[in-house]
């Protein structure tokens, strides 16, 4: 038995033939030809599909697909995807008619969640929720075993939970969300801001301009004892716990994953994690705690946990 799991992304669409442990054993990809439109890239689907699968086979059991924006994942329809140029895309119903078998899409931070849950980090527990800390804040949630979605598959906006009222401007259009604060892109901006009010630090060594800052910067300043980056690092620490506990206290999972690109930190992002929680109330001390974990399956998470969402129907 196996799946193909689907991963649209702006710049490239990833196909791959994943068995029911989530190991990819074939695998093609495809450039998104975003420009010609949605029935164009319906087709080059189709076409990525036929290449890696033959139809004929009675253990190729459904194709699941990740695809950005708002999805409606119970009528498998695209209704907004802004990187993509899509509204009210019918992707299900119409990729039905090149491949015939069962077809299930959902948004693809969602989807990716699921592969980690599923095969990844997360696949000793049965609650978990996954964050990935890349330009924005995406991630997803598990609970039971299966891929909370909500209301026509648009819940799980992990990112867009307001976490100082008022607060940083958010590309949403709101104040003060969690992406604000503990993104990359957010991460990048406060080192910035530090550098400008501290010309002595050492983050100007690391980073001669501030066109040159990274996601890195204060992280690797702050473990050389930089004042002015353990003030950044000490801030994103304590805006991503405060996330991190608010998510323990609404869903109470077993592990929080944690993806993207400064989760290369590893241990060190780690321990300053746990540590801030364990000293706090209610969302870890006296409560069901919950381990903290770093995302293993990486770029192909989205493949894997497309063919997820066919798995956890069968």
């Known amino acids: 038995m196996y799946c193909v799991g689907i991963d649209i992304g702006g710049m490239s669409i990833k196909a791959g033939?994943?068995?029911?442990?989530?190991?990819?054993?074939?695998?093609?990809?495809?450039?998104?030809?975003?420009?010609?439109?949605?029935?164009?890239?319906?087709?080059?689907?189709?076409?990525?599909?036929?290449?890696?699968?033959?139809?004929n086979d009675r253990d190729f059991v459904g194709i699941g697909i990740g695809c950005p924006g708002a999805v409606n994942s119970?009528?498998?329809?695209?209704?907004?995807?802004?990187?993509?140029?899509?509204?009210?895309?019918?992707l299900a119903e119409e990729l039905s008619r090149i491949v015939n078998r069962p077809i299930k899409v959902g948004n693809d931070a969602n989807v990716a969640a699921l592969g980690e849950s599923?095969?990844?980090?997360?696949?000793?527990?049965?609650?978990?929720?996954?964050?990935?800390?890349?330009?924005?804040?995406?991630?997803?949630?598990?609970?039971?075993?299966?891929?909370?979605?909500?209301?026509?598959?648009?819940?799980?906006?992990?990112?867009?939970?307001?976490?100082?009222?008022?607060?940083?401007?958010?590309?949403?259009?709101?104040?003060?969300?969690?992406?604000?604060?503990?993104?990359?892109?957010?991460?990048?901006r406060d080192t910035r801001k530090a550098m400008t009010a501290n010309p002595d630090s050492a983050m100007w060594k690391y980073s001669p301009t501030l066109e040159e800052v990274s996601g890195l910067t204060a992280f690797e300043c702050c473990k050389q004892g930089d004042a002015a980056a353990k003030s950044v690092v000490d801030r994103y620490i304590k805006?991503?716990?405060?996330?991190?506990?608010?998510?323990?206290?609404?869903?109470?999972?077993?592990?929080?994953?944690?993806?993207?690109?400064?989760?290369?930190?590893?241990?060190?992002?780690?321990?300053?994690?746990?540590?801030?929680?364990i000293k706090r109330e209610y969302g870890f001390a006296g409560m069901p705690r919950f381990d903290i974990l770093i995302a293993q399956l990486g770029n192909d998470a989205g493949v894997v946990g497309a063919a997820g969402l066919i798995y956890e129907l069968i």
Request: proline fraction near 1%; charged fraction near 20%; glycine fraction near 16%.
């Open 17 to 55: 033939v994943v068995d029911k442990r989530g190991n990819i054993v074939k695998k093609n990809t495809v450039t998104t030809d975003v420009a010609a439109g949605p029935k164009k890239i319906i087709d080059d689907i189709g076409k990525l599909i036929l290449s890696i699968v033959d139809m």
């Open 74 to 90: 119970a009528a498998g329809t695209v209704d907004c995807a802004y990187n993509l140029n899509w509204r009210n895309v019918a």
């Open 118 to 188: 599923m095969y990844g980090a997360g696949r000793m527990y049965t609650d978990t929720v996954v964050l990935t800390l890349g330009t924005g804040v995406g991630g997803g949630v598990v609970l039971g075993g299966k891929l909370y979605d909500g209301n026509e598959g648009k819940g799980g906006e992990l990112g867009h939970m307001v976490i100082q009222v008022d607060g940083e401007q958010c590309t949403c259009g709101r104040r003060g969300c969690l992406e604000a604060y503990c993104s990359a892109t957010a991460l990048m």
């Open 239 to 277: 805006y991503l716990g405060e996330g991190m506990l608010n998510f323990a206290n609404i869903f109470r999972p077993q592990a929080i994953i944690l993806g993207g690109g400064v989760c290369g930190q590893g241990d060190y992002l780690i321990d300053k994690l746990k540590d801030y929680c």
